[in-house]
């Protein structure tokens, strides 16, 4: 029979190179394999290897066995003992895993050396390949599942095999201390089970099931603190998150018992300040620890909606600038080991909810990666009532990860000593290669999806089970009893000690006093009135000098040689160049780096621009190589960045915002490649953007760019759905604005930097695409050196007198450009145009003076070209019949209610348009295809 068809398996390589090695010098290999390969080859020659004279049934088990090793290896952990309810396949389940399958049987591994199955350290204590192939299933086929076939770098492979079998992080080599883990367990177990006494059927999400977690976040804090990481930034899912807040972050019991009371004289400041306060297992805490030691770390929770897995990419968006220093100009330092993100997800969640992919997708991203994130999921098998087989697709919950190359290590709930090696892995890894890693906690849920649910409806059997099982508790004093280690009698002791320290706290609670809650403070009264905006014009000269300073060898590409000349020589023309919008937001960008506020832009194709307007990083034609103006101008005293963001909206989003919260010092903008695809983040704003303040005293000064306007381009290129965030602003939540100038856009960036330190909200700008290079839209340099954000701007070219008007359009944004520019303008002297800039917080004093201002008005016209159900109209209208107190007729003009934002059609798109310029001026227009809505008269 010819070798090479009976001689196959990946590990033939490993064979002959053993075998190559034995003939250049036997005493290169150990004495089993050189007695193998003796009986091979006797005379030792190379031609008798691989050779008809070899024993062909010698070569199938010793291939038979290298591939039993390799299945192991790769595939143990499909049979490795991972559910404490021993719900999941048996083990040995798979074929691969077999003597048979490899046509093996045990004599053939008795009669074969261990060392040609390469474990580490193991020739002398496993004298034949059976021990050697006994112990690789101890390792791998046991309460923990190395799941590592997936890892494509070398390094990174045989460091994490290499660690499994050397057991270099296994309790074994490094112990824990037994009893302090049962004190921590009980301490863990009488939390849950005081609350379920007093608080019966109470929501809190127990742990009980996945009690380790907690020493587990121990153990990753206490490495994190030796590392001399200044901050752990968890994510942290509702499931044993009032444990976490208890025992990990130190919230006291008072407290927490507080909160369950919910007291009467509760903070509701709602009137006041839009305080809503939220339950108790969405509130984020943070705790100082390590003060003993020479660095001080915080241990950071944010709070978190219900939305699963939303906090994810806020937690790495933290870490990232927690990692990234910006108090010098030129692009962020990077220091790798500021802080560490710790996620906790929930095992439904993290297939079901696609932000979990968008995140664990900036792992490896320039501008995005955190030195890598531990993720543990909380694993109890269900999601609500829902099973596992109903939940995902995949074998297991991590199963995503894999596709992003992330290392998973499954650990059984129930033993503890899986667990600390699962963490203690985990952590190496992450600080040896700065990356991320899964751990698969796998447990139960000892009651229902919460404390108040029937879960036997659902799922009688496996509860029969999970009433039957004992908690990690007792099965971790019992072993302890066994091991001599406590007396019997002393757990339950323990047990009892510590739900008398819950009584106690109970009884002496005064529910109203131990109330603590983060109630916000509003920003000063008028300070977004009063910043200073315009610059002079020496600095605008000087900014725009450098900015258009180009390296010496630095080759321009040919199509942007007369874009920048034009730039170049901006304010060298007498006559008063006109500035653009993307030249305005240049310049308003440099000048705030110059007065040291760093800036950090992101979003789809953001570095040139959806349009091809900013230009913000210039390739050189020869080479490729970027420069980027804003990290080189001399003015600067403040790192920028600019980067193509990956293709996510709710991800990037909820990254931006964790980057804002660690950073509120610091200018984030996030631009939309057109606004229209900010509702796939729909999510992340309700919850993080503008509710957080309300919910959890949150002050995130986020920016966010929309391109927003109807150019006939289609449903899904004209809106940035202007309502929906009307729609969600109250309580100085926000700030709204849809500027039609670019001074105006100067100024309103300026606004938003120059007030992050007193009054920082979020800021919406609803940003031109076809206008952006518009004559209308550029502004002459004195509007940059004189002024400030106008809120509101008043028709300053009336074709008549102001006394003469009788109709005031009011608009906002882009359709100001077609009816200022319609022909019908001229032809009606009565009416004038005015500019709402600023929707929110509407500019009410403006508005009143402005109507003063028209004393002969007899109608006031709210054009918009969003359809009547979409933009602006529905917040304005009860709004400005008030202001007006009703004495004047309001009339909407634009689009007719409908449930699409624009026509698929671009001559419908003409014909709608026309027809609404029409009707703003002439109201009685026979025109059809606008509504026109006469409130009141
Ligand atoms: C985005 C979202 N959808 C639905 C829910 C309702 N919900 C709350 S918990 C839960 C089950 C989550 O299962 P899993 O992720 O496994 O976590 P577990 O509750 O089991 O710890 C569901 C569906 C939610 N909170 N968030």
Redesign the pocket.
Known sequence: MALEKEFHGPNLAYILELHQRYLNDPNSVDEATRKLFREWSPDGRESTFPASTISTSNLLSLTGAVNLAWAIRSYGYLSAKLDPLNNTPAPMSDPLLTLEFHKLQEEDLLNLPAAILNLPDRQVVDENAYDAIESLRGIYCGTIGYDYGHIRIPEERNWLYQAAETGRYRPSQQPVDEKQLLERLTQIEAFELFLHRIYPGKTRFSIEGLDMLIPMLDEIIASASDEKIHAVLMGM???GRLNVLAHILKKPYSQILAEFSDPKGRATTWDELGWTGDVKYHMGAYKSVGQDKDVEMLVHMPPNP???EQVDPVVVGMARAANTKTDSPGAPRYFENESLPLVIH?????VG?GIVAETLNFSHMAGYATSGCLHII?N?Q???TATESESRSSLHASDLAKGFEIPVIHANADDPYACMEAVRTAFAYRQKFRKDFVINLIGY?RYG?NEGDEPRFTQPVMYKKIDAHPPIRQLWAEKLEKDGLISQGEADDLLQSHLKELQEANDQLDAEKALVEPVPQPPPRGAAQKVKTAITLKRLKELNRFLMEFPKDFHLNPKLVRAVERRRTLFDKSDDGKIDWATAEELAFASILEDGTPIRLTGQDSARGTFSQRHAVFYDVENNKPHIPLQTIPQSTAAFEVLNSPLSEAGAIGFEVGFNIMAPERLVIWEAQYGDFINNAQGVLDEFLLSSRAKWGLTPSLVLLLPHGNEGQGPDHSSARIERFLGLAAEINVRIAYPSTAAQYFHLLRRQALLLKTDPLPLVVFTPKGLLRHPLTASSANEFTTGNWQRVIDDANLPGKKTAVKNLILCSGRIYVDLVTSPLRKEHSDSAIARVEQLYPLPKQELEELLADYPTLERLIWVQEEPLNMGAWNYLRPRLRQLMDDRLPLHYVGRPESSSPAEGSSTLYRINQQSLIEHAFKLESQARTSSVVKERG
Do not use: E, V, Y
Request: a positive charge; proline letters at 0%.
């Open positions: 899912a509702h499931r219900s939305h699963l929930g095992d439904a969640s993290f909810q909380a109890n269900l999601g609500f849920r999806h």
